[in-house]
Nanobody, 119 residues
Framework: QVQLVESGGGLVQPGGSLRLSCAAS????????MSWYRQAPGKERELVAG????????NYADSVKGRFTISRDNAKNTMYLQMNSLKPEDTAVYYCKARGGLYRGPDYWGQGTQVTVSS
């Protein structure tokens, strides 16, 4: 019933750009703060960016600040991550997360989309 489906990943050269999308269904998307995480092989999953339920506030990991932009369209139940000036160290599986709470319910995670930055 609840689904988060990431798309937009792929292979890109250093310095290039990608836009990831996360399509949500089965829950009240507009009530949930959302986040993008990423995980590279052998590394822990790390928070990349977060956005409040209305989109009024965003936050970013220092490693992506100034290069990535998180956004959401609550009318479309979709969250985005615009990634510019990509570096090889951005290579990872990128996951979207709906952050639950005591009254919202549990966290929800997507299955991830692969981003590979390589020459």
């Amino acid at each position: 019933q609840v689904q988060l489906v990431e798309s937009g990943g792929g292979l890109v050269q250093p310095g290039g750009s990608l836009r990831l999308s996360c399509a949500a269904s089965g829950f009240t998307f507009s009530s949930y703060p959302m986040s993008w995480y990423r995980q590279a092989p052998g590394k822990e999953r790390e928070l990349v960016a977060g956005i409040t339920s209305t989109g009024g506030t965003t936050n970013y990991a220092d490693s992506v600040k100034g290069r990535f932009t998180i956004s959401r369209d609550n009318a479309k139940n979709t969250m985005y991550l615009q990634m510019n000036s990509l570096k090889p160290e951005d290579t990872a599986v990128y996951y979207c997360k709906a952050r639950g709470g005591l009254y919202r319910g549990p966290d929800y995670w997507g299955q991830g989309t692969q981003v590979t930055v390589s020459s």
